[in-house]
């Protein structure tokens, strides 16, 4: 049975918590405010909403996260970024209020629109302090949440001030690496606390290690800090020339034990690689996806062979695609959702163990189904 809920604005980024004892939560950001709702069999409720004042452009999930279904001391942390380019970390634990905690803006964060965040920490004690963000300034940024130097919190943009409580916290710090390209996509894995993967826009994925202090000229330190470059020809030629304006390349990282397998979408395709056999950095396996192009790729946390792909093109309504790789040349089984004008704006596969469900954000609203059936 399908679960529809409202958010109440338009929702703008949607993930799912992937860590076990909170694989029911799924948090949305809309116009305003992060919302996060905890999914039943057919039903589900909001268990927090935090006020931020701006459109979410990103949000990741830190391991310090517990689900009321797990827990009676549950307790929710996020990280988020905003359309002024600042970030937030989001908390809140049972009987508590929300807190929002602002960071990254000004000289020290940012200069153009924040795409994707990951917690990057693996699964050390480090796994809730680090997160990457990369942006539209070409920039990736790891932040240290728990930096051992205090810095003074920054004013909002309107003069009014940091939220209630932001003082008692130290601003994190960050680590900064410039690319050639505008940043689309980062993703990491739990197996490492010191690569993650970044996607540019114009066809590029950078297994990247941040951890390394590389000496020499910022403007060319992420070639030293690359250990391996993926390439999606396709996209790179289209690009050269100009064809491709503006890709909305997706990268993630199937969550398998081995950390071999990488997707992305790019343009009209589908792109996957082993990193166990990199074929000069080029696709082992590649294949046509929206004609429109698509704009997220996401694997299934549970069944690892299932991977996702959605466009943000109205142009056949809101869909999104599944693929199996066991079934690399079958054709993709599709999900419609609503008619044109509306799209999916954002997707992600719920962490829940049985039939693997998606939730998609369509307008205001978020629709939950499984792309299954009981046999």
Known sequence: MDVRHSHGSTVHVLRACYHDDAHD???????????????????????????????????????????PSSSDRWSIQLAVAASDFSLYLLTKDAGSEESVFRFGSGLSGHHGTVNDMAFCGGQSEDSSRYVASVSDDKFLMVWDLEPSINIASPSSPDGGGTPEGTSERAQPTAYAVAFPHPLTSVDAHPSTSKEVLVGDARGSVFLTDWRTDQEGDEQARWRNQAIVELLEP????????????????????????????????????????????????KPYLAGPSFPEGGHQFRW????????????????????????????PHAPPTVFALARR?????????????GIPRI????????????IGVDS
């Open 234 to 281: 396709r996209a790179l030629a289209d690009a050269a020339p100009g064809l491709a304006t503006r890709w909305s390349g997706s990268v993630a990282w199937r969550r398998d034990p081995s950390a071999d397998f990488v997707g992305a979408a790019y343009g009209s395709r589908f792109a996957l690689w082993d990193m166990g056999n990199l074929h000069g950095g």
């Open 359 to 370: 939730a998609a954000a369509v307008g205001r609203d978020v629709v939950v189904f499984y």
């Open 25 to 67: 939560l799924v948090a949305l950001g809309g116009d305003h405010s992060v919302e996060v709702i905890q999914l039943g069999e057919s039903s589900c409720r909001t268990i927090a909403t935090f006020y931020v004042g701006l459109r979410t452009t990103a949000i990741a999930w830190s391991s310090r996260v517990s689900s």
């Open 300 to 327: 299934c946390p549970t069944y690892p062979d299932y991977f996702a792909v959605s466009t943000r093109s109205p142009a056949r309504g809101a869909a999104i695609h599944v693929h199996n790789v066991a079934y």
């Open 341 to 353: 004008p509306l799209y999916v704006r954002a997707f992600d596969f719920v962490a829940c163990r």
